[in-house]
């Protein structure tokens, strides 16, 4: 993880385990939000393919929710 000037270092990191592939794009997720990501598109009868997330990618989920604190 890069740390820019004004973030505390000791903030946990967000490592993304998938990268999911959907209508809109591709979405670095960690484990849980692959879950719910796939429970989603699964409930509304979509298809929703996973890769591995490359080296040092953070879940986008767990950023967002994090900015909202």
């Known amino acids: 993880m890069t ?3 004004d973030e505390d270092p ?3 990191t967000m490592p993304a385990v998938f990268t999911a592939h959907t209508p809109t794009g591709p979405v670095p997720c960690c484990m849980a939000h692959a ?3 796939q429970n989603l598109m699964r409930f509304m009868g ?3 393919n996973f890769t591995s997330a490359p080296e040092g990618a953070e879940c986008t989920n767990c950023l967002n929710e994090a900015s909202k604190v």
Do not use: D, M, R
């Open 35 to 37: 879950k719910a990501l």
């Open 3 to 5: 740390v820019k000037q």
């Open 46 to 48: 979509a298809h929703i």
């Open 10 to 12: 000791a903030l946990p």
